[in-house]
Every structure is written in C-alpha cells, then in structure tokens.
C-alpha cells in the first residue's frame, strides 16, 4: 500500500500517512499489550486523527482509495511494530527480522503467481503481472535495495545509541525530504490545509515518541 501510494499520489502525502504508525501503534499496544496510554498519548491520537483528515479532506463521498491505503500502511506497520514487541520476548531479534523478511518475499510471489489466474482492478494495489527489470531500471532497483538497506541499518544503529524517541522525532524530517524530492520529480505543492494535516501528524508522532 505505502509503494503503491508513492506512485500515485505526492510523496509527502504517502509518507506522512506511514508516519501515522507510532499513533496506531499507541492504540494497539494499548488493546493487545495492556500498555497505558498516558493523557498526552490520547491527546497525541487525537491530533493525529484530525491530521488524517486534513490530508485526506473527504468529500460527501468519503475517504478515496489512496486514503484508506495510506491509512492502511500506517496501520499494517503499526500492526508490525506491537508484533514486535511482543514477540521479542519469546523470539531473538534475528529470527524475528527473518521472518519479515522471508513473508516479504513468499508473499508478492504468490500474489504474482494468483494474479494469472484471478486479477480485479480494485485489487491492484497488491495483484498484477510480474515485469522483468531491464536497462536502467535495474540501476533503479539496486539502488533501492541499497539505499533501504542502508537506511534501515542507520535508523536500527540510531535506536541503539540514543532513547527512541528522540530518534522517532527526528525520523519525521524525511516528510521535508519526502516532499522536496516530490516536487523535484513534477509533485504540486502541499496545500495549505494538506499542510496543516502534515503537521499535526508530525506534531502527535513526536508526542507518542516523547512517551518512549
């Protein structure tokens, strides 16, 4: 959903709507782990959800398709980060990251495989018929390998040198980033109420990330 968002809509909407995980993470650790949720973590909930909502500006129709997938990525993470960290407690982080790695892999397979044979529009997020790099293209996806690997291993070294939080609030400046590469790559600029929606989810991250 959240690659999927990255081609169809602007690059600072998709990736604010993945940052929306610490706050569906609060929620869900909250339910499923019996964490308590202090008052500036409801109030950080809050604020993220009327952020949602300023991105997505439903109209009498409700929210589009790239709004529930980008909601929809924010979710599946958070999902993954509660798993996480409970499953750290009877699994080593290793076999953990593996079995990430290994559903991440098997996963679109078989989506491949079953597109053959079943395929609907609605589902194209997620089902379509496998095409095989060539030319530059290969450039493109080695260098994305790389680059995630790289990113991944820095942003895993910075929790483990200083307090999650304050990495958590730092990790929101790749929304800036996010939307200068848009723009440089033909995006429009975020409107103003956009705008607004960026910041309130950037500001409600940072409150559930001071919690850390």
Same mark, same amino acid.
């Given at each position: 959903?959240?690659?999927?968002?990255?081609?169809?809509?602007?690059?600072?909407?998709?990736?604010?709507?993945?940052? $929306?995980?610490?706050?569906? $993470?609060?929620?869900?650790?909250?339910?499923?782990?019996?964490?308590?949720?202090?008052?500036?973590?409801?109030?950080?909930?809050?604020?993220?959800?009327?952020?949602?909502?300023?991105?997505?500006?439903?109209?009498?129709?409700?929210?589009?398709?790239?709004?529930?997938?980008?909601?929809?990525?924010?979710?599946?993470?958070?999902?993954?980060?509660?798993?996480?960290?409970?499953?750290?407690?009877?699994?080593?982080?290793?076999?953990?990251?593996?079995?990430? $790695?290994?559903?991440?892999?098997?996963?679109?397979?078989?989506?491949?495989?079953?597109?053959?044979?079943?395929?609907?529009?609605?589902?194209?997020?997620?089902?379509?018929?496998?095409?095989?790099?060539?030319?530059?293209?290969?450039?493109?996806?080695?260098?994305?390998?790389?680059?995630?690997?790289?990113?991944?291993?820095?942003?895993?070294?910075?929790?483990?040198?200083?307090?999650?939080?304050?990495?958590?609030?730092?990790?929101?400046?790749?929304?800036?980033?996010?939307?200068?590469?848009?723009?440089?790559?033909?995006?429009?600029?975020?409107?103003?109420?956009? $705008?607004?929606?960026?910041?309130?989810?950037?500001?409600?991250?940072?409150?559930?990330?001071?919690?850390?």
């Amino acid at each position: 959903a959240y690659f999927y968002n990255i081609a169809h809509i602007p690059m600072g909407d998709a990736v604010t709507f993945s940052k $929306t995980a610490p706050i569906f $993470t609060a929620i869900f650790a909250w339910v499923f782990l019996n964490e308590k949720l202090t008052l500036s973590s409801w109030a950080a909930v809050f604020i993220g959800f009327i952020g949602i909502l300023f991105i997505t500006q439903p109209s009498g129709a409700g929210f589009s398709k790239y709004d529930w997938l980008g909601i929809f990525s924010g979710i599946g993470a958070a999902l993954a980060y509660t798993s996480v960290r409970e499953l750290r407690n009877y699994y080593d982080t290793k076999v953990i990251v593996l079995s990430f $790695t290994l559903v991440g892999t098997i996963g679109p397979l078989l989506l491949f495989i079953l597109s053959k044979y079943f395929y609907m529009q609605e589902l194209d997020f997620m089902m379509g018929a496998f095409v095989m790099p060539n030319g530059i293209v290969w450039f493109y996806v080695v260098g994305l390998g790389v680059l995630g690997t790289l990113s991944q291993y820095y942003m895993t070294k910075a929790y483990g040198e200083t307090k999650a939080g304050i990495v958590g609030a730092v990790s929101y400046s790749n929304i800036v980033f996010a939307i200068l590469v848009g723009i440089l790559l033909g995006d429009s600029l975020p409107t103003f109420i956009t $705008t607004c929606g960026i910041v309130l989810i950037v500001c409600a991250g940072i409150m559930v990330a001071r919690e850390k």
